[in-house]
């Protein structure tokens, strides 16, 4: 959490038109009161209504700034004490209807002067009772004195209201799904309104978190690289920076940010602008496909919700940008849609231009099928993704070592065709070898940059004749093979004349606790996307005595539904800084309904039975290895010839079979009962008593 | 086959249970804290359905479900959330009458931003009947006899009961139209 935080203060929402100023922002957070949020006990309510009354009375508006920051508290205080209060209610709500159809604006001060202490006095005598309706009657008076407030003085108001709404909100969104919460938010979108009008950087400032939240995900990726680079900070390459620093006269931090804020766009989306559904998207190969629906929908919200409140009155300019930290989400409008790029670092202006231009003739070429989307994909022209995907393509970092020569090389090339064929003759060579290099090295990173699991590490290439020699540090030894094994595949698809020189190197780095734990998370929330996916991931780090280390492990419990535990575990075991993995898991056992049935007094397998009914149950057995049988033999207590030993005897030679198919015995129990399967009555045929009935167990 | 997704709106004056139905209906929830000043949550259910019956093309759609909240009768929800939406559900709690009354405004809202849509009326918390409350509906008329409202349901958030039943039979609705 405190990592995040650390990055907030970073954050701008920006607007095609004026900037907005930091500094003010600043200074409102600093200001706001830290208790604003706090549930305070049931006693002070009498204090609590005082300070409401107040509030509704109108009692100069400097009295409201001090109390502002106290109503949600005091709210929370009401509803303790109001909580399911009928004689209240009784009580309550025919003053209040009265008063009500009178001109409120006449009326206001008698109204609060009325109410007020009635509703100390009932607050005082009655506890906790009929919470619903109490706050039913209160919001008719509530917002109508609010309002009349409002008229009377909204500038002032506003003005007064300004600092705290950010706080307030922060707040609101600490309590979560609290009924408060829920209503503050209402009374506060009507002071928010007011206050955006006067005062726009609070408002900004007080989105935020709230943008933050939705893209923390991404987020996380840029704080994790962070965190890698202060923990090796003295490493040599550690010392280099800080050398660095010192010339440049600029802080270690702000080197570290600048080394991670490398430009790199995560996710294209192509987002149909009334209902937020996507009609496209690119990801790269690291972000799951899973939330995008809910990322383009909220995105969508907040779109509308800027231009609702923050745009809208100043000119018609768009959201299009939001910053957060060293992420941001690039928004281009159009008629019917928008598109969203989430990426990293600094945006190059030659990237905005290929975004706009691609949208432009995204839009130009669809226009039908993008003003028709109807949320069904499989009317979406695949060029729409293939661009986006070029998005993402032209937006992913390339790190080389001559980044500057190279990365003008493609410009060159542009403007040879323009001038002419004539000096092309002469270059050509050159360029061909300039291209071939450039090509091979931006595949081998890339390689590694866009793995999910090596893309924190830097690692770099650079061609030496015919070897690409791979340089960098990772924290284990299985990573430094998986690069080489991404880094050969994909520089061997363009010459396989070239080969990889693995240089990297496997160091212990002893791994952050907290970002491991992410991690973990992260991994976890992945399996939990799927049907019947519920899994609960812990993290600890462990003195093992027996190799005199500390050892990270996760322990899992849950259930794991149709998902093999092995696959849950080797994800978790690939993390960095984890080392063991307990799981405790519960998979969901198929059911076999499939019985066998035998003749009086035999134990004998009919033969078809065998093949139409065994066969099925040994494919299960090996399609699910974590899968046991437990294989029940019946002789009902009645059967000439029957008996324990015949039940069992039945069970015995079905395991036999299952045996014979390769099925591992430990696998198989067999036990025998006198008697007949639970659903078996006394009106089922005799026959179906005896049986051979099946179970998987765990 | 490909991903087809539709949004719907739960519409409804604050404190009638929209949040709760949706909780019951999606059982996995996005965490829902981001956008409570914005006014919005979105939640996400993929519906499977059944390929056979006529008209409809796909086994499954996901929905996408927008729970416009937080604004209550003394403040609209900013119409723009309400667009481009294929379905809604209307909302109102049996237990107190006025958000009954105020049905009827909501659907209009709604469905002049959505013509094209379908509709379904919740009356919530019908647990509370068993408990002997008494019910007028009365005030409904307009609102059954609206020709985008397909269904009127009495739910239960607390019980689950025709949770799934009324937001099933909204998306076989939307896919028919
Ligand atoms: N008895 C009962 N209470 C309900 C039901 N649905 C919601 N509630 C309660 O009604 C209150 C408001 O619900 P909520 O979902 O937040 O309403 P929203 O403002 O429309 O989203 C909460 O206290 C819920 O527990 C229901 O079906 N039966
Ligand atoms: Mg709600």
């Not at chain 1, 309510?45 to 005091?74: F, K, P, T, W, Y």
């Not at chain 1, 909220?298 to 919700?305: G, K, P, W, Y």
């Not at chain 1, 080969?499 to 734990?517: G, L």
Request: hydrophobic share 40%.
């Amino acid at each position: 959490m405190s990592t995040t935080d650390s990055v907030d203060s970073n954050s701008a929402i920006k607007r095609s038109s004026d900037t907005t100023s930091q500094d003010s922002i600043a200074q409102n957070f600093t200001e706001s009161s830290p208790e604003n949020g706090e549930i305070q006990s049931v006693e002070d309510g009498e204090d609590a209504l005082e300070q409401l009354r107040v509030l509704l009375l109108g009692n100069g508006i400097s009295h409201l700034e001090n109390q502002m920051g106290n109503m949600q508290g005091s709210l929370n205080k009401v509803e303790h004490v109001l909580f399911d209060s009928q004689e209240l209610l009784d009580r309550l709500v025919p003053i209040g209807v009265e008063l009500i159809s009178r001109e409120i604006s006449e009326s206001r001060d008698e109204m609060c002067d009325v109410l007020a202490p009635i509703i100390d006095r009932l607050i005082y005598e009655r506890g906790k009772e009929d919470l619903e309706s109490m706050g039913e009657a209160i919001s008719l008076a509530l917002p109508s004195a609010i309002q009349a407030q409002i008229e009377s003085s909204p500038e002032t108001l506003a003005r007064v209201l300004g600092p705290e709404i950010s706080a307030a909100i922060r707040t609101q969104m600490d309590l979560k799904h609290g009924a408060i919460a829920e209503a503050i938010a209402a009374e506060m979108g009507e002071a928010i309104q007011r206050q955006i009008e006067l005062d726009r950087d609070v408002m900004v400032d007080a989105l935020y978190p709230i943008i933050g939240g939705t893209i923390n995900k991404y987020l996380q990726e840029v704080i994790n690289d962070i965190n890698e680079k202060v923990s090796d900070s003295l490493s040599p390459e550690g010392i280099k920076r800080k050398v660095r620093a010192r010339m440049q006269g600029v802080s270690e931090a702000e080197l570290i940010l600048r080394e991670s804020s490398r430009f790199s766009a995560r996710a294209a989306f192509l987002i149909h602008k009334e209902s937020g559904l996507v009609i496209a998207e690119a990801q790269s190969e690291d972000a799951e496909s899973l939330e995008s629906d809910m990322l383009a929908g909220m995105l969508t919200a907040i779109r509308s919700f800027a231009a609702d409140c923050v745009i809208a009155d100043d000119g018609g300019s768009e959201l299009n940008e939001i910053e957060y930290g060293s992420s941001r989400i690039l928004l281009e409008v159009a008629g019917y849609c928008y598109v969203a790029v989430i990426a990293s670092g600094e945006v190059p202006k030659v990237y905005l231009h290929k975004l706009r231009n691609t949208f432009g003739s995204l839009v130009q070429n669809y226009r039908k099928e993008i003003s028709e989307f109807e949320g069904d994909l499989g009317t979406v022209p695949e060029d729409v993704t293939t661009r986006l995907s070029w998005l993402i393509e032209q937006g992913s970092s390339k790190e080389k070592k001559n980044s500057d020569d190279k990365e003008s090389f493609p410009v060159v090339t542009w403007a040879l065709g323009g001038i002419g064929v004539a000096i092309v003759g002469l270059f050509g060579f050159f360029s061909y070898q300039n291209y071939r290099v450039n090509q091979l090295e931006t595949a081998a990173i890339e390689s590694v940059a866009q793995d999910p699991t090596l893309g924190l590490y830097n690692l770099t290439a650079a061609l030496d004749g015919d070897r690409m020699v791979m340089r960098g540090r990772v924290p284990s030894d299985n990573l430094r093979i998986l690069a080489e094994h991404r880094m050969t595949t994909a520089v061997g698809a363009i010459d396989d004349g070239i080969a990889v020189d693995n240089q990297v190197r496997a160091v212990n780095v002893p791994p952050n606790p907290t970002a491991v734990a992410a991690e973990v998370h992260r991994t976890i929330q992945l399996f939990n996307q799927r049907e019947g996916v519920n899994l609960d991931p812990a993290y600890r780090l462990r003195y093992d005595p027996a190799s005199d280390t500390t050892q990270g492990e996760v322990t899992v419990n849950g259930s794991v539904g149709a998902v093999p535990v092995s696959e849950v575990r080797s994800a978790l075991a690939t993390i960095p800084g984890v080392d063991q993995v307990v799981t405790n898991l519960e998979p969901i056992m198929p059911k076999i309904g499939t019985r066998l049935y035998f003749s009086v007094g035999s134990a004998n397998v009919v033969t078809i039975d065998r093949q139409v009914k065994l066969t099925p149950i040994s494919n299960l057995l090996k399609r699910s290895p974590q899968v046991r049988l437990k294989i029940i033999g019946y002789s009902p207590s009645d059967e000439t010839g029957g008996g324990q030993g015949l039940a069992l005897e039945r069970s015995r030679l079905v395991r036999q079979d299952l045996i014979e198919r390769g099925i591992a015995p430990n696998r198989l129990e067999a036990e025998g009962r006198v008697g007949v399967p639970e659903d078996v009555t006394a009106t089922s045929p005799d026959w179906a008593g005896r049986s051979v009935a099946f179970q998987a167990i765990p | 086959m490909a991903k087809v997704s539709k949004k719907i709106c739960l519409v409804g004056d604050f404190g009638v249970g929209k949040t709760s139905l949706i909780r019951r209906f999606v059982d996995r929830q996005f965490d829902d804290r981001y956008l409570s000043t914005v006014g919005v949550k979105i939640s996400r259910k993929l519906v499977e359905l059944d390929p056979s019956l006529p008209d409809i093309a796909t086994s499954e759609v996901q929905l996408l479900i927008w729970d416009l909240e937080g604004r209550n009768k003394f403040k609209a929800i900013v119409p723009s959330y309400l667009q481009g939406a294929r379905g809604a559900i209307l909302v109102a709690d049996i237990s107190r009458p006025g958000t009954l009354r105020s049905l009827e405004e909501h659907l209009d809202q709604f469905c002049t931003i959505n013509p094209k849509s379908k509709v379904m009326v919740a009356l919530n918390k019908a647990d509370l009947l068993n408990e002997g409350l008494p019910i007028d509906t009365s005030s409904l008329k307009a609102v059954d006899d609206h020709s985008q409202v397909v269904k009127r349901y009495f739910t239960s958030a607390k019980t689950g009961d025709q949770v799934d039943d009324l937001f099933v039979r909204l998306t076989y609705q939307m896919l028919r139209s």
